[in-house]
């Protein structure tokens, strides 16, 4: 290392800046301080206990690792053995079932066929991007193209069969817009889907929660080094010129404390940024990344965690996928069809399951308490499953990404009119001409082909660390014209 080393502000103490000062700190930069606004690490990560009694956590944010080809999350999990309580809690639970309102199952075949089918147009959608071919349509979403294309595909059907297909499909539809983060799918570009790169493999949960790979990174740094329950309220930069210490950039917090240092790394959710990007730093940042902000998406993405006294799931049924029929409902009557949204319930131990729903219903079920959702999902689960009198959960825990102040919302997306562009622009540090940049941006966000992942996440905030210790790296002659390689090798 170069003499003179760095000081460094991290803002967010999420996975992408716990990753950054684990980097920093262990390649012998120990001038780091991590600005976390709430009374925890983790961002959207966040294991909880459901009861003493049960082994599994639950998880309010991340819940699976994507992948586990060159996954990061995964080799951190499976090095330390986080993985070996994996499904011993779901013992002989195999079974999913499609369920209609009127509780009826829809036949296995059928299912399975409109999963090919579904399978066949999503490559159709990502083939735009990957192979670089103009979309049907200018401006095209996802949802249009395949609502277009399986129509033409289920033409052949009867009327009832049809019915019952495009059932099965939209609540496919509904389960991908909950994966990207969105109201619905037909937000999402067509252009721009395929640059979401899947990592090969299953996807695995965490037994002992998936903090537990925070608490694994967090090792490195000193305790005194992230300072909870500070939230920023302004970062000034290319301030070296106004301040006694001469470092480039001061932020400060809300309650009017000040840190200084020579470069920051802005790791807040794209929710905050649009929320706050234009007024959180002087002087303004470029009105090129200022668009980009506006121009990306970021949904809210949600669960209802239910806690019964008994088992309400016959002894061999994983998860129940629900079968809305939305032809006619009004989405404007969030009251009387807010848990529409709500497209499967998945068992997480044998009493406690978990319904995942995204979009407007879902910022609107974080605004009703806790009894009003309770009643809801068991009238949903009655109906779907045909039993009477299921009991009133003893415990319900709903997430509120959307309207925590700190996140505003679950992970990004690209919506229609934005590109990965956008993304490059957002994730350019600045000054954007020098040498030496004072503000990096790292967050699932800002990873062209791994956003909305916690392993984006994490290759993005080693991402930027890794800029800066670039920066104070004496390198031999040889390596300056193999760094481009080299950079490749670390975060792809």
Same mark, same amino acid.
């Given at each position: 290392?170069?003499?003179?080393?760095?000081?460094?502000?991290?803002?967010?103490?999420?996975?992408?800046?716990?990753?950054?000062?684990?980097?920093?700190?262990?390649?012998?930069?120990?001038?780091?301080?991590?600005?976390?606004?709430?009374?925890?690490?983790?961002?959207?990560?966040?294991?909880?206990?459901?009861?003493?009694?049960?082994?599994?956590?639950?998880?309010?944010?991340?819940?699976?690792?994507?992948?586990?080809?060159?996954?990061?999350?995964?080799?951190?999990?499976?090095?330390?053995?986080?993985?070996?309580?994996?499904?011993?809690?779901?013992?002989?639970?195999?079974?999913?079932?499609?369920?209609?309102?009127?509780?009826?199952?829809?036949?296995?075949?059928?299912?399975?066929?409109?999963?090919?089918?579904?399978?066949?147009?999503?490559?159709?959608?990502?083939?735009?991007?990957?192979?670089?071919?103009?979309?049907?349509?200018?401006?095209?979403?996802?949802?249009?193209?395949?609502?277009?294309?399986?129509?033409?595909?289920?033409?052949?059907?009867?009327?009832?069969?049809?019915?019952?297909?495009?059932?099965?499909?939209?609540?496919?539809?509904?389960?991908?817009?909950?994966?990207?983060?969105?109201?619905?799918?037909?937000?999402?570009?067509?252009?721009?889907?395929?640059?979401?790169?899947?990592?090969?493999?299953?996807?695995?949960?965490?037994?002992?929660?998936?903090?537990?790979?925070?608490?694994?990174?967090?090792?490195?740094?000193?305790?005194?080094?992230?300072?909870?329950?500070?939230?920023?309220?302004?970062?000034?930069?290319?301030?070296?010129?106004?301040?006694?210490?001469?470092?480039?950039?001061?932020?400060?917090?809300?309650?009017?404390?000040?840190?200084? +240092? #020579?470069? =920051? &790394? /802005?790791?807040?959710?794209? $929710?905050?940024?649009?929320?706050?990007?234009?007024? @959180?730093?002087?002087?303004?940042?470029?009105?090129?990344?200022?668009?980009?902000?506006?121009?990306?998406?970021?949904?809210?993405?949600?669960?209802?965690?239910?806690?019964?006294?008994?088992?309400?799931?016959?002894?061999?049924?994983?998860?129940?996928?629900?079968?809305?029929?939305?032809?006619?409902?009004?989405?404007?009557?969030?009251?009387?069809?807010?848990?529409?949204?709500?497209?499967?319930?998945?068992?997480? +131990? #044998?009493? =406690? &399951? /978990?319904?995942?729903?995204? $979009?407007?219903?879902?910022?609107?079920?974080?605004? @009703?308490?806790?009894?009003?959702?309770?009643?809801?999902?068991?009238?949903?689960?009655?109906?779907?499953?045909?039993?009477?009198?299921?009991?009133?959960?003893?415990?319900?825990?709903?997430?509120?990404?959307?309207?925590?102040?700190?996140?505003?919302?679950?992970?990004?997306?690209?919506?229609?009119?934005?590109?990965?562009?956008?993304?490059?622009?957002?994730?350019?540090?600045?000054?954007?001409?020098?040498?030496?940049?004072?503000?990096?941006?790292?967050?699932?966000?800002?990873?062209?082909?791994?956003?909305?992942?916690?392993?984006?996440?994490?290759?993005?905030?080693?991402?930027?660390?890794?800029?800066?210790?670039?920066?104070?790296?004496?390198?031999?002659?040889?390596?300056?014209?193999?760094?481009?390689?080299?950079?490749?090798?670390?975060?792809?």
């Amino acid at each position: 290392m170069r003499p003179g080393m760095p000081s460094v502000l991290i803002v967010g103490g999420g996975i992408a800046g716990i990753s950054a000062a684990d980097l920093l700190v262990r390649a012998g930069i120990h001038d780091v301080k991590i600005l976390e606004a709430t009374h925890r690490t983790g961002g959207r990560i966040w294991s909880i206990d459901v009861d003493d009694d049960i082994v599994v956590k639950a998880e309010l944010g991340a819940n699976y690792i994507h992948g586990i080809e060159h996954n990061p999350i995964f080799t951190i999990a499976n090095q330390n053995h986080l993985l070996e309580l994996r499904n011993a809690d779901k013992g002989l639970r195999h079974r999913v079932i499609y369920a209609t309102e009127e509780g009826e199952f829809v036949n296995k075949q059928i299912v399975q066929s409109v999963d090919w089918t579904y399978g066949m147009l999503m490559q159709e959608c990502e083939a735009f991007y990957q192979v670089d071919i103009p979309t049907p349509v200018e401006n095209d979403s996802v949802g249009a193209f395949m609502q277009r294309e399986f129509g033409k595909k289920v033409e052949k059907y009867s009327d009832e069969a049809r019915h019952m297909r495009q059932l099965v499909f939209d609540q496919r539809l509904s389960y991908e817009a909950t994966s990207s983060g969105c109201d619905s799918i037909n937000e999402v570009a067509l252009s721009d889907i395929g640059s979401y790169q899947e990592l090969p493999g299953i996807h695995y949960t965490i037994p002992p929660g998936f903090e537990a790979v925070l608490d694994i990174l967090k090792k490195s740094i000193p305790e005194e080094d992230i300072l909870l329950n500070h939230p920023v309220q302004k970062i000034y930069w290319n301030q070296a010129d106004s301040n006694d210490n001469h470092s480039q950039v001061c932020v400060m917090c809300e309650d009017g404390g000040k840190f200084y +240092a #020579d470069h =920051v &790394i /802005v790791t807040t959710s794209l $929710g905050c940024l649009k929320q706050n990007a234009k007024r @959180l730093f002087s002087p303004s940042l470029p009105s090129s990344k200022l668009q980009s902000i506006d121009r990306l998406g970021i949904g809210t993405v949600g669960k209802v965690i239910l806690e019964f006294d008994e088992p309400i799931f016959d002894a061999d049924l994983r998860s129940i996928a629900l079968l809305w029929d939305m032809q006619f409902v009004d989405r404007s009557d969030m009251k009387h069809n807010w848990f529409k949204r709500i497209y499967s319930f998945e068992m997480v +131990a #044998d009493n =406690v &399951i /978990v319904g995942w729903l995204s $979009g407007k219903e879902c910022l609107y079920m974080e605004s @009703l308490s806790e009894d009003q959702v309770a009643a809801d999902c068991v009238a949903i689960l009655e109906r779907f499953l045909k039993k009477k009198n299921i009991p009133k959960p003893k415990k319900v825990i709903r997430t509120s990404w959307g309207s925590n102040p700190y996140t505003r919302g679950a992970y990004s997306y690209i919506p229609v009119g934005a590109t990965t562009a956008d993304i490059e622009l957002l994730a350019e540090p600045v000054p954007v001409d020098s040498s030496r940049p004072q503000i990096m941006f790292a967050g699932e966000a800002t990873h062209s082909s791994f956003y909305s992942t916690t392993h984006g996440a994490l290759l993005t905030g080693q991402r930027e660390a890794q800029r800066i210790l670039d920066m104070y790296t004496e390198k031999a002659p040889h390596e300056e014209d193999s760094s481009e390689d080299e950079d490749e090798g670390l975060f792809m």
